[in-house]
């Protein structure tokens, strides 16, 4: 049964939950970035050994990967807001663990703990989807692209934060390290509690629902067999293998270089802005052009991204600041078009456990790339490990060219406008 609402008011209540998510989204993301931030340093610090830094990391992506397939699934039997409350208090109770770890000097309780917070963080993620349903087909893209933007305001604060609410509680808690964990746990609860307060009615009452859909009954895996979604997953999938590889190597290709931790900052943050600052205009286009073209254009930046990084000299980082802007780029139009596809390709009846699959195979992603970056790096060295992140999209382009079904069933779609004109379920697949 549908809500009393008048259209007028329903519009006014979408746009209001739309907002909340945004909201519950900077904050986790402050309380998420607070952590990475200095989960590496104490998890070295801890163990006296610089392989086993990398590891509390490696756990976290783990824990988003399963989180955003638990919860894909909740979501789909218990509705959005059941998530959006149950996710932030496991990532809390994740950050006391840290928390307590870094005071105690308890190694494994650090990597424990940052499990638990990517696995609530993973509800999070499926936030952009709650989005997206809750946007008209014309502002889907906008919509979804707001929730991704959030990761820009909760990065810059909470990274900012970081030194400062650690200098204050250094003293009593014996640890330089423990005011970013206490930072997340406050993070992670306020956004419970704006989540607990403001995300009402339950999204999914409210959702926009569009014309029927097919009436073929698709199951998961039927689903996950559909052209229009296996290519959203893919793009997706490659253009985070593709970040991940060349993000996680550039800290050291940078140290190698000569240069210190201020500029690596500097790239890394400016590869943060790419990726998260020009979201929702990304989705403003997506929405206008249509997502395979969107996507087009993501894998042309992520490829021109990897030319500049990959001949960046080492005797300077202007180009490498630039292939990482433009590695942020490529990767937002990538995620923004990927992901709205995927809302829109998806049958509606299991569209919330692919969302999650679909999360759960990107996140597993980044727990391998994390782990292979710096194998590769010390293997081929830089260069050709910027050449070995652009395999996946050219596997990608070479497999829609070179197999019939994909071309065709893409063809059909890019004809009718896999764009925003179409609501869930009323694209055409086969």
């Known amino acids: 049964m549908k809500p009393p609402f008048s259209d007028l008011e329903l519009t006014a209540v979408r746009r209001r939950l739309v907002y909340v998510l945004f909201s519950g989204a900077v904050l986790t993301w402050l309380a998420f970035v607070a952590t990475i931030t200095v989960v590496t340093l104490a998890a070295r ?6 392989m086993l830094a990398g590891l509390p990391l490696a756990a976290g992506a783990f824990g988003q990967a399963m989180g955003t397939n638990l919860f894909g699934r909740l979501s789909a039997r218990r509705g959005r807001r059941f998530i959006m409350l149950n996710g932030p208090p496991i990532s809390a109770f994740g950050a ?8 105690t000097g308890a190694y494994w309780l650090l990597v424990a703990g940052a499990v638990f917070v990517g696995g609530g963080v993973g509800a999070v993620h499926l936030a952009r989807y709650t989005a997206a349903e809750l946007a008209q087909s014309d502002r889907r893209g906008w919509a979804l692209g707001l929730v991704v933007w959030a990761g820009t305001v909760g990065s810059l604060v909470g ?8 200098g204050m509680v250094e003293e009593s808690l014996g640890t330089p390290y423990g005011g970013a964990f206490l930072l997340a746990i406050v993070g992670f609860l306020l956004c419970w509690l704006i989540f607990w307060a403001a995300l009402r009615p339950d999204p999914s009452r409210v959702a926009v629902t569009g014309q029927p859909g097919p009436s073929v009954k698709y199951s ?13 997953i893919l793009a ?13 190597a550039t800290p050291l290709r940078i140290e190698d270089g000569g240069y210190g931790l201020g500029v690596v900052g500097l790239v890394i943050s400016t590869h943060g802005v790419g990726m998260f600052a020009f979201a929702p205009l990304v989705g403003r286009l997506v929405d206008r052009i249509g997502h395979l073209p969107a996507l087009g254009l993501g894998v042309l930046m992520t490829w021109g991204s990897l030319l500049l990084s990959g001949s960046a000299p080492y005797d300077g980082y202007v180009l490498l600041t630039a292939g990482l802007f433009l590695l942020g780029l490529g990767w937002c139009f990538c995620f923004v078009a990927g992901s709205s596809m995927l809302f829109a390709s998806a049958p509606p009846q299991v569209r919330q456990v692919v969302e999650g699959v679909a999360d759960g195979v990107t996140w597993s992603t980044v727990m391998v790339g994390s782990v292979g970056a710096g194998l590769l790096m010390n293997a081929i060295g830089y260069s050709r490990l910027n050449v070995v992140a652009a395999v996946p999209m050219l596997v990608i382009v070479f497999l829609v060219a070179l197999t019939p079904r994909l ?24």
Do not use: K, Y
């Open 407 to 430: 071309r065709e069933a893409l063809s059909t779609l890019a004809g009718s406008g896999l764009t925003a004109s179409h609501e869930p379920g009323d694209i055409p697949t086969r």
């Open 96 to 103: 006391t663990l840290e928390l307590v770890g870094v005071v």
């Open 236 to 248: 997706v999938l490659s253009a985070q293998a593709a970040m991940v590889l060349v993000m996680t």
């Open 220 to 232: 998961v895996g039927s689903a996950l067999r559909l052209p229009a979604v296996q290519v959203a």
């Open 159 to 166: 990274a900012n934060l970081v030194d400062w609410v650690g």
């Open 45 to 50: 610090a801890l163990s006296g050994s610089t």
